[in-house]
């Protein structure tokens, strides 16, 4: 399933979330007796939800769930030990766990074990076999001080009162109970408890977590990582209880897991073939899943071939069985069903000497398919699963659309017949409120746009606030470094090289931190600005559409629309923190600058860390060239670079460069020879010292020469020494910092053009506010304005069957747009 499938489930999930939060609304407003419908609705709707999410989580991370399943007896816990070719798990006498254990791909093994926390196991463990046992009030019972005598009481009650209660679950959940009462002590002394990790030879020590017939139970998971899933690194691997198991709750978390994974191998024993009993129960109620048949992703595994005398022996049990499974209609094909056995695997990858299951096998003739059963995932995997994931996911999104649908009839019944003529003068204030704001708000957006693209003060704003965040080191600052230095050297000499780094990661950070705050204040000025803006547009509206309130206006003076309540209803249907994303603009000044501030003040002169940090930036650095004002596209000079690598100062190589270009200019007219020289230039090559050249040349083609002897010559070619002392590398830094505020100044609020980005977020803010106006949200907001108008003059409410009305009828539109949008996606 490739991406765009994974953007239309995104689609798909975003509208039904849209779809329940309107669907929770309607709740509040129907009437009582159609509550419940709509409850069920809800709850069937955020089920289909929760399956469409983990099916994309899934797709995203590439995941295949795999259950192991089959009775108690069959071998599952062998079978799984040879299936990773080690002893990992308890044996299956032993095993008593009450939880999931997983088996995934990790290069190392290891097992972890999770535990609940207290409230978990109360809630989720606890609680929930009192809720099967129908026992009163679950939810308040308390764990520490239920005693085996009101178990007792309670199925002598049931016995009595409710026998096919008291048949299900006698000697099954009021064992589980009791096992509970009985060791309550040693398992809250496990709940809460960190994870415990062990190595995969320490299973001694992890084993009383698996088959403690007390402890077991305050385990949440344990997962157990091997190297030997490597061709199947993103399989993950349940390992189910037993289908005979005497646990309730252990088989409905067997049919929910089957229902939910990818594949399902069923361990059996060679020898009993038929499915019947515990087994059969269990299968048929994991018949369908979203409309997936559980054979269309079962594999078989006969165990324990080396039980039986002779090799004809084994090709009956397996004619037998496949004969029950098409009887059964579970039949796939022949390759889902592998025959061989567990431990006659483990003994042919083992060292010992002695393998009497593995020679009866070879001795058969009866190859060991356990082999071949990984590369069957392989394949189904690749062949299989997205097919049937795909239908799972239209049958589901199938179910989505018949349960809105539903909802629709149900609102459809319920919005009545709306009369406009009951309070008219409120509709008639309502729309002429609307139009005025929408005309206005438009006014707004041509204002912003016409001011800050003119004035260019947000820019002016912005260099001064991150230039003033940029100063030389402070004296307590370089005092604090040296102290550093000199801590770690037995010697009194100073350590230049280890002073620039710290001191240049100190300062980085300090500066970084300022300039975030400083363009976060700058930008939450204008942004409240345009706020206070428009607050005053939506007082305005509502004070010149007054007069539509025929019984109201005259009751109400200027002074009330400066009142809280007022200021409160309009802040809350603005919404100025949802709406206006100021830290989106603070993203892009960190964006431009964040490169330089690395490079220039954090990276030290000369360095590598400086050269490659140029290397990975290059795009974004070389870019704030062409905002230099002395670019020039016709000549390839970057001084950005050259002020990056060499530390010569803007400003002065701007103006030598000038002069550079001018007297080249006076001695040539063909441009291109202007290029030729200009080529020649790199960042090594100091401009100063070339215009000082140029001024002793009369011939252009001698200037060549200059050049390329400058280029060899450290000296003269302006190359900045290593730092021989700590004023050496304060001085070093200072130029650097001159020149983050020269490129501030000169490139980079240019580049990031926060006049643009400001108008466009302001565009934005605006243009969802009017959207609003036409949304139930504005209905809420004139309800609420109309009773604050109301109490003014201490009249009636907003007619408030009305105003349901309404809200019912626009989430009744809402969800049929969402439908015609789900169906237009499948």
């Known amino acids: 399933m490739g991406s765009d499938m994974l953007n239309a489930l995104q689609d798909i999930t975003d509208r039904i979330n849209i779809a329940l939060y309107k669907l929770k609304e309607a709740h509040k407003l129907i009437p009582d007796d159609e509550k419940v419908k709509l409850e069920d609705y809800i709850k069937d709707l955020n089920n289909q939800k929760k399956k469409l999410d983990w099916i994309s989580e899934k797709l995203k991370q590439g995941y295949i769930e795999v259950a192991f399943a089959g009775l108690e007896k069959a071998g599952k816990s062998t079978f799984i030990n040879a299936f990773v070719e080690m002893e990992i798990l308890p044996s299956a006498h032993e095993r008593t766990t009450f939880t999931i254990t997983e088996l995934r791909y990790s290069p190392e093994s290891k097992v972890e074990i999770e535990f609940y926390t207290y409230s978990e196991f109360v809630n989720e463990v606890f609680r929930k076999m009192l809720e099967e046992i129908k026992y009163s009030n679950p939810d308040t019972v308390s764990l520490d001080s239920f005693s085996e005598r009101d178990l007792e009481e309670h199925f002598k009650f049931l016995q009595e009162q409710d026998k096919a209660t008291y048949a299900l679950h006698a000697n099954r959940t009021e064992t589980d109970l009791k096992d509970i009462i ?37 385990v949440k998971r344990v997962t157990i990582y091997t190297p030997k899933l490597e061709n199947l690194k993103n399989i993950i691997i349940y390992d189910l209880p037993g289908f005979d198991s005497p646990t309730i709750i252990h088989s409905k978390f067997t049919v929910e897991t089957l229902k939910k994974v990818d594949a399902i191998v069923f361990v059996r024993k060679l020898r009993e073939p038929s499915i019947k009993g515990p087994e059969l129960d269990i299968v048929n109620q994991v018949k369908e899943e979203d409309g997936i048949s559980i054979r269309e992703k079962t594999f078989f595994f006969l165990n324990q071939a080396d039980l039986v005398d002779r090799k004809e022996e084994v090709i009956e049990d397996k004619e037998k069985f496949i004969n029950e499974l098409k009887e059964r209609k579970l039949f796939e094909s022949e390759d889902r069903i592998l025959i061989g056995s567990a431990k006659a695997y483990l003994e042919s990858i083992s060292s010992q000497d002695n393998k009497p299951s593995y020679d009866k096998l070879k001795a058969f003739g009866v190859d060991n398919e356990i082999k071949y059963l990984k590369k069957r995932l392989e394949d189904f995997n690749e062949r299989n699963r997205i097919p049937i994931l795909e239908r799972r996911v239209h049958n589901i999104i199938d179910m989505m659309i018949q349960t809105i649908q539903k909802a629709v009839d149900l609102l459809d019944k319920n919005k009545g017949n709306i009369v406009r003529t009951i309070n008219s003068d409120t509709h008639y204030f309502s729309d002429k409120l609307k139009y005025s704001l929408i005309s206005e708000l438009e006014n707004l957006q041509i204002q912003s746009k016409q001011e800050y693209l003119k004035n260019g003060n947000l820019s002016q704003k912005l260099k001064q606030n991150i230039v003033e965040c940029i100063n030389p080191p402070s004296e307590d600052l370089i005092e604090k470094i040296k102290q550093m230095v000199e801590s770690e050297t037995s010697t009194l000499e100073e350590k230049p090289d ?104 954090k990276n030290p002169l000369n360095s590598q860390d400086r050269k490659n940090k140029l290397q990975q930036s290059k795009g974004e650095v070389y870019a704030l060239w062409a905002f230099h004002p002395s670019f020039d596209q016709n000549l390839k000079v970057n001084f950005v670079e050259k002020a990056i690598l060499t530390q010569e100062q803007l400003k002065e190589i701007s103006t030598s460069f000038n002069e550079f270009k001018n007297q080249i200019g006076a001695l040539v007219k063909d441009l291109r020879q202007i290029e030729e020289i200009m080529s020649l230039i790199t960042y090594s090559t100091p401009i100063s010292i070339i215009v000082q050249k140029m001024k002793e040349l009369e011939k252009l083609e001698n200037l060549k020469n200059v050049i390329k002897n400058l280029d060899g010559n450290q000296n003269e070619n302006g190359k900045t020494e290593m730092p021989n002392s700590y004023n050496d590398v304060i001085s070093e830094i200072n130029l650097d910092l001159e020149n983050l505020k020269e490129l501030i100044n000169s490139s980079v609020i240019k580049a990031i053009n926060p006049e643009k980005a400001f108008v466009n977020s302001t565009s934005i803010y605006v243009r969802n506010l009017r959207n609003k106006l036409h949304k139930e949200e504005y209905l809420h907001f004139v309800q609420e304005l109309r009773e604050w108008l109301s109490s003014r003059k201490a009249e009636g409410q907003f007619e408030e069957k009305v105003l349901k009305l309404y809200r019912i009828k626009d989430i009744h539109e809402d969800l049929k747009e969402i439908l015609k949008n789900i169906q237009g996606v499948i």
């Open 182 to 218: 009985k060791g309550k002590d040693r398992i809250t002394s496990l709940l809460g408890k960190d994870k415990k990790i062990f190595s995969e030879s320490e299973i001694e020590s992890y084993k009383k977590y698996i088959t403690d017939k007390y402890e077991s139970r305050a």
């Open 498 to 601: 280890s002073f620039n780094l710290k001191l240049r990661d100190e300062l980085s950070k300090e500066i970084e931190a300022k300039v975030r705050e400083s363009t976060y204040m700058v930008l939450d000025e204008e942004t409240n600005k345009i706020y206070r803006r428009i607050v005053d547009i939506f007082k305005r509206a509502i004070r010149d559409n007054l007069p539509y309130l025929k019984d109201i206006h005259s009751t109400i003076s200027p002074n009330d629309f400066e009142s809280e309540e007022v200021n409160e209803i309009i802040d809350k249907f603005i919404d100025k923190n949802n709406l206006f994303r100021t830290y989106e603009i603070s993203s892009l000044v960190m964006r431009f600058l964040g490169d330089i501030l690395e490079l220039l003040v």
